[in-house]
């Protein structure tokens, strides 16, 4: 028999297993100690909002009876090793989860990736770090699992797709994620997991007849008219099938030169762009959780969600935060020598000292008028320069210029920067001569606005620590609304965030999924 229950607990009571068991049993009626019935949490989300932080849960109880698996969606995989193949272009969410449902579809895939496999890809992610070199092929950003591989591995999306996102889901604890996934408000996995993850993503498609290409860069299409018939790799490698899925990655600054150059439509983009903010993650929690210095052992590390409507020059622009990663640090996400990003991420545990967030500022194309004539590629030419100049504040180095937050506001050079977790270290620079000034002014009137909305946020000690400026693609790859293929040219798929149509690791999944099924739909079968 199956119970069910909407209960709200303490942390000790909902994170301590033994106690949680103890405290449904005895909402049901039952002896605490009872062996005859086995509670589990269906959902969970932290209410911060009263003096005492609660945890909401919706719970099963089940008395005499062995749980169910959580799992509803088993995918059957065939073998499709003698099919007829797709081109996948980039290894990320989007283009793994396209190849997945392709196999499942009874399509082979050909998956071609620029990077190395996720565990050689370690070996470059330490050069950047200790050495500050930047291998344009193999980085944060480029490599198997793409970007997302070394995030903080969030899975939560504004999609209103609820279906695809338990699709997802179900498909990631099936490959090896915790079932902890299926359960949390805001499920992440962390970076320390993702890897063994994808490994087993690529197996899957490896084990059902799929090709998996690393170090296989796309330099060329092979277009016949306006049909795309495949690539052309690095080596002069012709590879054909029924049709083309471009999941390259927002930061495939090349791929989007080469669909330019070709003459393949595409939009410039507005995006974001700000700083990377670091606190203390004890000081972000006694504001969250309003419990002095100490969130106690049951609370996971506290988030926060922060936006600013601000007008500088008679516009009107937000500022918002932007992947917060508690208890997480942060990465230098360069994509090409000459330039300077970070990014963040966090371990499963989120146990680090700091939290961290991108804070940035959108970005329309009515701010940028001196990039027009750049065309489509006036966003990402001028995200290019920012990157530049701050390699330049930094050093020419990895190091990143910083600030701490409240001089950054009054325009001071900081006289000394705070311990940090980007590894390459820090350079000392006043903030607001690397960003172009309707972004510095903006971000300045939204920390202090940051301030009031949480106590204690607006403080020197924390710092910026620059430059996020790959929040999102600065260019989309148009496509139709409803065949996902492109306006002009056929046979080809503009996939993920690379094209401008998802945001993060589940979104880039089901767009990934959805891809396949219209060209395998319109094309194969």
Same mark, same amino acid.
């Given at each position: 028999m199956k119970q069910e229950f909407t209960l709200q607990l303490s942390p000790e009571e909902a994170y301590d297993p033994v106690v949680f068991q103890e405290v449904v049993r005895k909402k049901a009626g039952?002896?605490?100690?009872?062996?005859?019935?086995?509670?589990?949490? @269906?959902?969970?989300?932290?209410?911060? !909002? $009263? !003096? =005492?932080? %609660?945890?909401?849960?919706?719970?099963?109880?089940?008395?005499?009876?062995?749980?169910?698996?959580?799992?509803?969606h088993q995918p059957e995989y065939k073998n499709v090793s003698s099919e007829d193949p797709i081109i996948i272009v980039g290894a990320g969410p989007a283009g793994l989860f396209a190849a997945l449902r392709a196999i499942e579809l009874g399509v082979k895939p050909i998956l071609i990736e620029r990077g190395k496999d996720v565990r050689a890809r370690r070996r470059d992610l330490a050069a950047i770090n200790k050495?500050?070199? @930047?291998?344009?092929?193999? =980085?944060?950003?480029?490599?198997? #699992? #793409?970007? $997302?591989?070394?995030?903080? #591995?969030?899975?939560?999306?504004?999609?209103?797709? &609820?279906?695809?996102? &338990?699709?997802?889901?179900?498909?990631l604890?099936?490959? +090896?994620?915790?079932?902890e996934i299926l359960v949390d408000a805001h499920p992440h996995i962390g970076t320390n997991k993702l890897p063994k993850l994808v490994e087993d993503l690529r197996e899957s498609i490896l084990? *059902? $007849?799929?090709?998996?290409?690393?170090?296989?860069? @796309?330099?060329?299409?092979?277009?016949?008219?306006?049909?795309? %018939?495949?690539?052309?790799?690095?080596?002069?490698?012709?590879?054909?099938? &029924?049709?083309?899925?471009?999941?390259?990655?927002?930061?495939? !600054?090349?791929? *989007?030169?080469?669909?330019?150059? %070709? %003459?393949?439509?595409?939009e410039a983009k507005p995006f974001a762009l700000g700083v990377r903010i670091e606190h203390s993650q004890n000081l972000i929690d006694s504001i969250q959780y309003n419990c002095g210095l100490d969130r106690g052992p049951y609370l996971p590390a506290s988030a926060y969600s922060l936006v600013h409507q601000t007008e500088f020059k008679k516009k009107q622009r937000g500022v918002f935060s932007f992947c917060m990663c508690p208890g997480g640090f942060i990465v230098?996400?360069?994509?090409?020598?000459?330039?300077?990003?970070? =990014?963040?991420?966090?371990?499963? &545990?989120?146990? +680090?000292?700091?939290? =961290?967030?991108?804070?940035?500022?959108?970005?329309?194309?009515?701010?940028?008028p001196e990039y027009q004539k750049f065309g489509p590629l006036a966003a990402m030419e001028f995200q290019a320069d920012v990157e530049r100049k701050a390699w330049v504040a930094g050093g020419k180095t990895q190091v990143a210029p910083a600030q701490r937050m409240i001089d950054f506001v009054n325009k001071k050079v900081s006289s000394s920067l705070l311990d940090t977790s980007y590894q390459p270290g820090l350079k000392s620079v006043e903030m607001s001569e690397v960003l172009p000034d309707f972004i510095s002014e903006r971000l300045a009137m939204a920390f202090k606005a940051f301030g009031q909305k949480m106590k204690g946020y607006y403080t020197n000690d924390s710092q910026l620590i620059g430059l996020e400026s790959r929040t999102s693609s600065p260019v989309r790859i148009p496509r139709d609304r409803e065949s996902f293929e492109h306006v002009q040219i056929k046979r080809l798929y503009p996939c993920g965030e690379g094209a401008g149509y998802a945001g993060g690791i589940v979104s880039a999944a089901m767009d990934g999924e959805r891809c396949a099924e219209r060209l395998i739909a319109a094309y194969v079968k």
């Amino acid at each position: 028999m199956k119970q069910e229950f909407t209960l709200q607990l303490s942390p000790e009571e909902a994170y301590d297993p033994v106690v949680f068991q103890e405290v449904v049993r005895k909402k049901a009626g039952l002896p605490a100690n009872s062996n005859e019935a086995i509670a589990r949490q @269906v959902k969970r989300s932290i209410d911060a !909002r $009263g !003096r =005492n932080v %609660k945890v909401n849960i919706q719970a099963e109880l089940f008395i005499k009876e062995t749980p169910p698996a959580l799992l509803d969606h088993q995918p059957e995989y065939k073998n499709v090793s003698s099919e007829d193949p797709i081109i996948i272009v980039g290894a990320g969410p989007a283009g793994l989860f396209a190849a997945l449902r392709a196999i499942e579809l009874g399509v082979k895939p050909i998956l071609i990736e620029r990077g190395k496999d996720v565990r050689a890809r370690r070996r470059d992610l330490a050069a950047i770090n200790k050495e500050h070199i @930047v291998n344009p092929d193999s =980085n944060y950003c480029f490599g198997e #699992g #793409g970007a $997302g591989t070394y995030s903080d #591995g969030k899975l939560y999306t504004r999609s209103k797709k &609820r279906g695809d996102i &338990r699709r997802i889901m179900e498909i990631l604890v099936a490959h +090896g994620a915790t079932e902890e996934i299926l359960v949390d408000a805001h499920p992440h996995i962390g970076t320390n997991k993702l890897p063994k993850l994808v490994e087993d993503l690529r197996e899957s498609i490896l084990q *059902f $007849g799929g090709e998996v290409l690393f170090e296989t860069r @796309v330099e060329d299409f092979i277009l016949d008219g306006n049909v795309m %018939k495949g690539v052309v790799t690095q080596t002069g490698e012709k590879l054909t099938g &029924r049709g083309v899925i471009l999941a390259t990655g927002h930061s495939a !600054r090349d791929i *989007f030169h080469l669909l330019h150059n %070709k %003459k393949i439509t595409v939009e410039a983009k507005p995006f974001a762009l700000g700083v990377r903010i670091e606190h203390s993650q004890n000081l972000i929690d006694s504001i969250q959780y309003n419990c002095g210095l100490d969130r106690g052992p049951y609370l996971p590390a506290s988030a926060y969600s922060l936006v600013h409507q601000t007008e500088f020059k008679k516009k009107q622009r937000g500022v918002f935060s932007f992947c917060m990663c508690p208890g997480g640090f942060i990465v230098p996400a360069a994509t090409a020598p000459g330039e300077l990003v970070v =990014n963040g991420m966090s371990p499963s &545990r989120r146990d +680090g000292k700091f939290a =961290n967030s991108g804070i940035v500022a959108s970005v329309e194309l009515e701010d940028l008028p001196e990039y027009q004539k750049f065309g489509p590629l006036a966003a990402m030419e001028f995200q290019a320069d920012v990157e530049r100049k701050a390699w330049v504040a930094g050093g020419k180095t990895q190091v990143a210029p910083a600030q701490r937050m409240i001089d950054f506001v009054n325009k001071k050079v900081s006289s000394s920067l705070l311990d940090t977790s980007y590894q390459p270290g820090l350079k000392s620079v006043e903030m607001s001569e690397v960003l172009p000034d309707f972004i510095s002014e903006r971000l300045a009137m939204a920390f202090k606005a940051f301030g009031q909305k949480m106590k204690g946020y607006y403080t020197n000690d924390s710092q910026l620590i620059g430059l996020e400026s790959r929040t999102s693609s600065p260019v989309r790859i148009p496509r139709d609304r409803e065949s996902f293929e492109h306006v002009q040219i056929k046979r080809l798929y503009p996939c993920g965030e690379g094209a401008g149509y998802a945001g993060g690791i589940v979104s880039a999944a089901m767009d990934g999924e959805r891809c396949a099924e219209r060209l395998i739909a319109a094309y194969v079968k």
